[in-house]
């Protein structure tokens, strides 16, 4: 999946969690699905930590104005450096 396709549907994953202020029990489904998908949509071990903030950030009140996944995305292609091995 292309970087683009993954801010997309980061995207869209926060504005589902947008959902909650006007439907407030659309939490219980919606924690733990989010935490799945993040750890679906970013692998490894940053995928796994991801998907605890999400799931915790999703099923506490009054959080889920935190763009995680977006946050997530921004990590993962804009601020994380990659360490390049340089052979002589």
């Known amino acids: 999946m292309t970087k683009y396709k993954k801010l997309a549907m980061s995207l ?3 504005a589902l ?3 909650s202020f006007i439907f407030p ?5 919606w924690a733990p699905l989010a935490g ?7 692998k490894g ?3 796994k930590i991801a998907g605890a903030i999400v799931f ?3 099923a506490m009140p009054f959080l ?7 946050l997530m995305w921004l990590y993962s292609y804009v ?8 052979e002589v």
Not at 79 to 86: N, Q
Request: proline content about 3%; overall charge negative; charged content about 30%.
């Open 36 to 42: 799945y998908l993040m750890t679906k949509l970013y």
């Open 79 to 86: 601020f994380k450096t990659e360490k390049k091995i340089i």
């Open 25 to 29: 029990l659309f939490d219980i489904v």
């Open 45 to 47: 071990k940053t995928g």
């Open 64 to 70: 889920d104005i935190i763009p995680t996944f977006t």
């Open 17 to 19: 969690g947008y959902v």
């Open 56 to 58: 915790i950030e999703e």
């Open 12 to 14: 869209i994953f926060d």
